[in-house]
């Protein structure tokens, strides 16, 4: 070992002193001076050019050999690895079974369109939230609710003599006395309690008749298309509930009002898609419709109710403020093509309608006129919403106290 040692190092005496290090046995010698600025080495290979033999992709085998394939194992009955796999005919089950169809191509669909709609529907969260909606909705905010409701709720012939105990027992229902369970899901509590909210303001009726001439729907279905800068809109599928009226909210807003709108600039979010979030489909179906039959002895739609509880899909207060808007926009946009026609206009009487939505907890409130149903130009008369958002109708609700190192942090 000691002698091959001392070959080595003379060896190493031997040999030039710049190639001692930089000596490469195998492979291509680096370059010392940088590679000449050609076609191939700064964009590539020229189009329709092979590419040189050491960048080629050899064709598997059975290409280069299609002899290879005759050889199956089809006739083993089972599988031969150094074998061709058998390719038998496509088993046709004789029968439309729905369950076990793949169903046709998208292009050939009879409701197949070359030009895309983007669709709203109730799982959409939008990324800008109530931004994004007032953009595809041409809406104005004011925040706060209008003059006229609030004189309403401020109304103390408005107001039972209990109120508070009636509502925290409303609370407590849907929170702890509607299930055995010692922790109730926010599926479980918040549609119960924004149906005993509603059933307080039912117990109204026997003070103001009018209020009977009102019809809540559960799952109704609307459907609203409109264009917004060349781009085509849908807001489709089931929000909640929705309350109708006999007769239509008379406008908020006086036409001095509705005017005045026409110099606000809509706020943009360049370089965010207004369309950001929305489903895009070409398989559609440009419809306006209330969800409703014609004759139905309650026509007019009157509030919205939204109660956001789905598990998998969270949505903050931004986005669900968004969700109301847009589905407020739909009824009313619905119900205004179906008064006044298709044909983009300023209407003459506009469509009030009010919006209510909630996650158990959190309140949101709003009060929409639609103004307009030409929405295609940023120019021109703006519809108006007012919104009075994130109201806690309480602050916490737990059957047990959350308690840390010997101390209460929260009571029940």
């Known amino acids: 070992m000691l002698a091959l040692h001392r070959l080595v190092k003379r060896l190493q005496c031997w040999a030039p002193s710049g190639q001692r ?7 291509p010698r680096p370059s010392r001076v940088p590679l000449p600025r050609t076609p191939w080495t700064v964009r590539g290979p020229p189009p329709g050019a092979r590419l040189p033999w050491y960048l080629r992709k050899p064709p598997p085998v059975r290409e280069q050999l299609p002899e290879l394939n005759a050889v199956t194992s089809e006739g083993k009955m089972y599988y031969v690895p150094w074998l061709a796999k058998p390719r038998f005919p496509k088993w046709k089950r004789g029968w439309h079974d729905p369950y076990h169809s793949f169903g046709a191509r998208v292009e050939e669909m009879p409701g197949y369109k070359q030009r895309p709609c983007y669709m ?3 799982r959409t969260r939008m990324l800008e939230g109530i931004k994004q909606a007032l953009w595809l909705t041409k809406t104005k905010l004011i925040e706060g609710l209008p003059p006229q409701i609030l004189s309403i709720m401020n109304a103390p012939a408005n107001q039972w003599e209990n109120q508070d105990e009636i509502v925290q027992n409303a609370i407590s229902h849907a929170r702890f006395w509607v299930s055995s369970e010692e922790d109730i899901t926010e599926e479980t509590y918040c549609p119960v309690l924004l149906e005993d909210l509603l059933h307080l303001c039912r117990m109204m009726t026997a003070k103001y008749p009018s209020l009977g001439k009102r019809m809540l729907a559960q799952d109704y279905r609307v459907a609203a298309t409109w264009e917004r800068e060349s781009i085509l809109l849908q807001v489709r599928g089931i929000s909640g509930k929705i309350m109708n009226a006999i007769n239509p909210l008379q406008p908020i807003a006086s036409k001095d009002e509705i005017l005045a709108t026409e110099n606000h ?3 943009t979010f360049y370089p965010i898609a207004p369309t950001i979030e929305l489903q895009e489909v070409n398989v559609y179906e440009t419809k306006n419709d209330t969800g409703f039959k014609e004759g139905y002895p309650y026509p007019y739609p009157h509030t919205v109710y939204i109660a956001q509880y789905d598990k998998i899909i969270k949505f903050r207060s931004p986005q669900l403020q ?7 926009f739909g009824n009313a946009l619905a119900k205004a093509k ?5 044909e983009p ?14 996650d158990g907890q959190c309140f949101h409130f709003m009060v929409f006129q639609l103004n307009t149903t030409d929405l295609d130009s940023s120019n021109g008369v703006k519809n108006l919403a007012w919104m009075d958002g994130d109201q806690f109708l309480y602050q916490d609700a737990r059957s047990r106290p959350v308690i840390k190192k010997k101390v209460v942090l929260v009571c029940c």
């Not at 968004?322 to 407020?328: D, E, G, S």
């Not at 179906?338 to 298709?342: R, S």
């Open 338 to 342: 179906e008064l006044y026609g298709d």
């Open 120 to 122: 709203f529907h109730p």
């Open 345 to 358: 206009r300023v209407l003459e009487n506009p469509i009030v309608i009010q919006s209510v939505a909630t």
């Open 21 to 27: 290090r930089s000596k490469i046995l195998y492979g």
């Open 265 to 267: 600039v809509l706020e």
């Open 322 to 328: 968004a969700k109301m808007m847009m589905y407020a």
